[in-house]
C-alpha cells in the first residue's frame, strides 16, 4: 500500500504540512516518562496514507520547567531528553532516543520533520541565579537610556519587577531602613493600580505568604524622614501601594546576627478572582518598584554593596556526546548589557530585537550569542536529521540574524536550503517586510499567514448573516491587493495552532470544514492541526475560563478528502469568480465565495463554493474562465467531487456555469472526464498492524442521494448517531412543499429512504433532514 502510494505522490504536491502537537500534550509527569514522540511515530503510517508530507513537531531541548516544559521555556539546548536537568532525563515529550526514532520513522514513510526552534531567548531557575550589576544600573536609571549616544533620553521598559532578587550578602547586625520606590507608573489611575508586594529575609525563615484574608498591610504615616513601618518578621510579606508620584514607603528591620538580607518585590493591583472575590492580583511587572535607598549606620548600602540577582548564571550537567559544547551564560548575553542597552515595549507587530517578552532576553547582535546559537543549529540538524525549522517567536530577533542563522544551517543532498516558516504575528505590512528583508539576505523563508487565520474564523464561528463572504476576496498574505501581497510560495496558511487553540478568543468553535475547504483549496502552503485531525477537546488557558471545544470526528475524513483533491487537480494560481466571474445574483456574493484553482497539468483544475448561509442552499452563475492561463469548460459537465460526483452542473457554450454549496458547507466542482473517485480508508495501518477498522457513526450527516440527476426515483442515504426525531421533506425550487417522507422517531445507525417523482416535473428539487436540533440540506436533479 505504502509503496503505491509513494508513487503517487511522487509527481504530486508535496505541500501539505500538519502541526503535530498542541499545548499540553499528554504526559506521564509523575513517573517523569514522555511519550510524545512515540505517539507521533506510530501514526506515520496514518498520516502519509492521507497525503501528509510534512510535520511540525515540538521544540526538542530540554525545558527550564522539566517534564512540564512544552519545549519554549527552552533551558539546554543539548539536553534532547537525555540529562538529568531540571528534575527529569526525559522532556515533555520523550527520550532523545525516542525523537530520533520517530524521526527516522516518519522519513520512511516520506515525511519530512519541522523542529521549532527558538532563537529569542532562554529560561532558568533560581538555582542559576547570579550578580547582575547591568540590571541594578539600569533599574536605578529607572530605564532611561541614551542608546545611540546622542544625547536624548528616553523611559524605555523595566527590567521584570519580580524577576529580580535584591541582597545585601552578609548584612551585620543592626537596624536597617528600606525604602521603595515606583517608577513607570500611571499616575492617572487609581492608586489601587499602584500596588506592591513585599517580601523580606534576614535570618532564612520560611517563606509566609499574605491571602487576602490574612495580611499585613503597609500604612501611612510612611515616607521616610523618620516615618516608617517595623517589617512583621523575616520571611513575611507586606502589601503596599505607592499612593502618588513621589510617595516613598520606609521599612525598618533588626538583624539579630549577621545574615544575608533578601528582598524581593512583585507589582500588584486591587482586582477580583475568578468568583467576584477581592484580591490583591497580580500586575504588569513593568510596574517598576525597587528598593531605591537601604540605610544602615548612616550610610546607604543601595549604591555600595547592594545587588540585584537574575537567573542569568547558566550552566550545565555535563555533556557528553559528540559535538555537544560546555557552555555558560551570564548576563552579560542578556539584554540589557550595559549603561546603552535597553528593554524595548512588546509593541503591536514591529521588530523588536531588544524586548524581554519571553525569559531571558539574549543578545542576539553578540557575536558569541550569534555563533553558539548557529552552532546548535547545525549540530541539532545533523543529530537528529530534521528537514526543516519553525521559528518561534521571529519579530524578538533581527531579520539580519535569521538570514545568518539559515545560511549557516546544513543544506539537503541537492544543495537547496532546509523548509523554513516564520512565526510573525502581525499585520500584513509587517510580516511582508519581514520576508523580503530576511530573504533580501539570501535566504528562504516562509510566513505563517496570521491575517488569513483571523478572517477564517470570523468566517466559521459568526453567524452568516454577520459575516460578508466578499472579505475572502483579498483576505490573507497571497491574496492582498493593497501592496501587502507573498507568493504561494512564500506563505504556511493555517486554521489554529498551539498558541490559539489555547485561546477561546482566538479558535474555531464550529464549522471547521468550511476552513480548512479554503486553505486546503488556495494557494499557500496548508498546515493542519493536529487537534482538529484527530478531534482533540481543546481547553482555554484563559484566566477564569472553562470553555472547551472539541472538532467532529467527522472533520478528519473531510479533511482527508480535501487533501485527495489539493493532490489530484490543483496546483497554480487562483481566481475568485465571485468576485470577477460576473457572479449572478450579485446579492448572493454575501453569503457565497467561488473561486477557480488552475491545475497541475494533468487536471485542469477545480471551482471552490463555501456558503455561509445558515439555512439555504445558495449558489451563483459565474463565468467558469475569465482569466488567461485557466482552461475553458465551455459546454463541458462539472461534478461535485465532495459527493462523489453524485451532483452535476453544466456549464454553458458561454462558458457560464451555476455552482452551489449546502448551508454553511462548500463543494468541489471538476471536469467530470477527469473525475477520479475518493474512498475513505477503512484498514488504518499502525505499529505494523493491519486490521479493519468497524467505522463508528459518531456524527449525523447525509451521506449521499443517488442517483444524481435522477428520473424518476432517488435514494437518500444518511446516518444517525443516535436514536431521534427525524424529518425528511422535499421542496421544489420556489421553496414549496412537496412531499414529507418520514416524520417520526429513527433509531441510531445508516438509514436509506426511497423517494418517487413519477407525478413531478423535470427540475431542481431540494430536501431538508431534521434530526432533533440538527439541518441538513440537500440538492437534485429530476431529468424527464
Same mark, same amino acid.
Given at each position: ?20 502537537? #498542541? ?48 519545549? +519554549? ?35 520512511? #514513510? ?34 532611561? $537610556? ?29 537596624? #536597617? ?16 493600580? $499602584? ?135 551570564? +548576563? ?40 553558539? =546559537? ?37 543544506? %539537503? ?152 483533491? %489539493? ?81 452535476? @452542473? ?63 426515483? @432517488? ?12 424529518? =425528511? ?37 431540494? #430536501? ?7 439541518? $441538513?440540506?440537500?440538492?437534485? =436533479?429530476?431529468?424527464?
Amino acid at each position: 500500500m505504502f509503496l503505491l502510494f509513494a508513487l503517487y505522490t511522487g509527481n504530486a504536491q508535496n505541500d501539505v504540512m500538519m502541526q503535530a502537537f #498542541y499545548w499540553d500534550v499528554p504526559v506521564d509527569a509523575v513517573n517523569k516518562n514522555g511519550s510524545w514522540w512515540d505517539t507521533l511515530r506510530v501514526k506515520a503510517p496514518e498520516l502519509a496514507s492521507a497525503g501528509i508530507t510534512g510535520i511540525w513537531t515540538p521544540a526538542p531541548s530540554k525545558g527550564n520547567f522539566g517534564i512540564y516544559d512544552m519545549g +519554549y521555556g527552552i533551558f539546554d539546548h543539548f539536553d534532547l531528553g537525555n540529562y538529568n536537568q531540571k528534575g527529569t532525563v526525559e522532556t515533555r515529550f520523550g527520550s532523545r532516543t525516542e525523537l530520533i526514532n520517530m524521526v527516522n520513522t516518519m522519513h520512511s #514513510y516520506g515525511i519530512e520533520v519541522y523542529a521549532d526552534i527558538i532563537l529569542n531567548h532562554i529560561y532558568a531557575g533560581d538555582s542559576e541565579r547570579e550578580n547582575n550589576p547591568a540590571v541594578k544600573q539600569y533599574v536605578f536609571d529607572e530605564a532611561i $537610556r541614551d542608546p545611540d549616544g546622542d544625547g536624548v533620553y528616553d523611559q524605555y521598559s523595566p527590567y521584570p519587577t519580580n524577576e529580580i532578587v535584591w541582597i545585601i550578602p552578609n548584612a551585620s547586625p543592626g537596624d #536597617y531602613y528600606i525604602k521603595i520606590k515606583g517608577y513607570h507608573l500611571d499616575w492617572n489611575a487609581s492608586y489601587t493600580e $499602584r500596588g506592591y508586594d513585599l517580601y523580606i529575609n534576614w535570618d532564612g525563615s520560611p517563606d509566609q505568604p499574605n491571602t487576602p484574608t490574612s495580611a499585613n498591610w503597609e500604612y501611612e504615616p510612611n515616607n521616610g524622614n523618620g516615618q516608617y513601618n517595623v517589617f512583621p518578621g523575616s520571611g513575611k510579606h507586606i502589601w503596599a501601594h505607592i499612593n502618588q508620584y513621589g510617595d516613598i514607603d520606609e521599612y525598618k528591620i533588626t538583624l539579630n546576627a549577621a545574615h544575608d538580607i533578601v528582598i524581593r518585590l512583585e507589582a500588584r493591583r486591587e482586582t477580583t478572582d475568578c468568583n467576584g472575590n477581592w484580591t490583591f492580583g497580580y500586575a504588569s511587572q513593568t510596574n517598576g518598584y525597587y528598593p531605591f535607598e537601604i540605610w544602615y549606620n548612616g550610610q546607604n548600602l543601595a549604591a555600595t554593596v547592594l545587588e540585584a540577582h537574575t537567573n542569568t548564571g547558566i550552566s550545565y550537567v555535563t555533556h557528553t556526546g559528540t559535538g555537544e559544547p560546555q557552555w555558560t551564560w551570564n +548576563y552579560s548575553h542578556f539584554h540589557p548589557v550595559d549603561d546603552r542597552d535597553y528593554l524595548g515595549y512588546p509593541g503591536t507587530d514591529e521588530i523588536i530585537p531588544n524586548t524581554k517578552f519571553f525569559g531571558n532576553d539574549l543578545n542576539t547582535y553578540d557575536p558569541v550569542v550569534q555563533n553558539r =546559537l548557529i552552532e546548535w543549529g547545525q549540530w541539532l540538524t545533523n543529530t537528529v536529521g530534521y528537514d526543516g525549522y519553525r521559528l518561534d517567536f521571529v519579530r524578538g530577533v533581527q531579520p539580519e540574524f535569521i538570514a545568518q542563522w539559515l545560511n549557516s544551517m546544513p543544506k %539537503r543532498p541537492d544543495g537547496s536550503q532546509r523548509f523554513a516558516v516564520g512565526e510573525y504575528w502581525g499585520d500584513k505590512p509587517a510580516i511582508k517586510y519581514w520576508v523580503t528583508t530576511v530573504e533580501s539576505y539570501g535566504a528562504d523563508v516562509d510566513a505563517f499567514d496570521f491575517p488569513l487565520k483571523f478572517t477564517l474564523t470570523d468566517m466559521a464561528n459568526w453567524n452568516g448573516a454577520d459575516f460578508d463572504m466578499s472579505w475572502l476576496n483579498h483576505a490573507g498574505l497571497i491574496r492582498d491587493n493593497s501592496g501587502n501581497n507573498l507568493s504561494g510560495v512564500q506563505v504556511v496558511t493555517f486554521v489554529d495552532n498551539h498558541d490559539t487553540g489555547k485561546e477561546s478568543d482566538k479558535w474555531l468553535w464550529r464549522d471547521w470544514d468550511m476552513a480548512y475547504a479554503y486553505i486546503l483549496f488556495a494557494e499557500g502552503r496548508p498546515c493542519i492541526f493536529y487537534p482538529h485531525y484527530y478531534g482533540i477537546t481543546q481547553v482555554s488557558k484563559h484566566a477564569c475560563s472553562e470553555d472547551r471545544v472539541t472538532p467532529p470526528a467527522s472533520l478528519k475524513d473531510e479533511i482527508n478528502r480535501l487533501i485527495f483533491i %489539493r493532490k489530484t487537480y490543483l496546483n497554480g494560481s487562483m481566481i475568485v469568480l465571485s468576485e470577477i466571474g460576473n457572479p449572478w445574483p450579485g446579492a448572493n456574493t454575501s453569503d457565497v465565495y467561488v473561486a477557480r484553482r488552475q491545475g497541475n497539468g494533468v487536471k485542469s483544475g477545480a471551482i471552490l463554493v463555501i456558503n455561509d448561509h445558515e439555512t439555504d442552499v445558495k449558489g451563483l452563475w459565474v463565468d467558469n474562465a475569465p482569466a488567461p492561463g485557466y482552461t475553458n469548460w465551455a459546454g463541458k459537465v462539472l461534478v461535485n467531487a465532495t459527493k462523489n460526483a453524485l451532483e452535476e @452542473t453544466q456549464v454553458y457554450a458561454d462558458g457560464r456555469v451555476y455552482v452551489w454549496a449546502p448551508p454553511r458547507g462548500y463543494s468541489i466542482w471538476v471536469e467530470k472526464s477527469e473525475y477520479v473517485p475518493y474512498t475513505p480508508g477503512t484498514n488504518v495501518e499502525l505499529a505494523g498492524e493491519n486490521e479493519s477498522q468497524p467505522q463508528l457513526i459518531t456524527q449525523f450527516q447525509v451521506i449521499r442521494n443517488y442517483p444524481n440527476p435522477f428520473n424518476p426515483e @432517488t435514494t437518500i442515504e444518511f446516518q444517525l448517531p443516535e436514536t431521534g426525531r427525524v424529518k =425528511l421533506t422535499i421542496y421544489n425550487a420556489r421553496g414549496q412543499e412537496i412531499a414529507t417522507l418520514v416524520d417520526g422517531m429513527m433509531e441510531a445507525g445508516t438509514h436509506r429512504v426511497r423517494w418517487q417523482a413519477r407525478n413531478q416535473p423535470s427540475g431542481m428539487y431540494f #430536501y431538508t433532514l431534521q434530526w432533533e436540533d440538527q439541518r $441538513r440540506v440537500g440538492k437534485m =436533479l429530476l431529468v424527464r
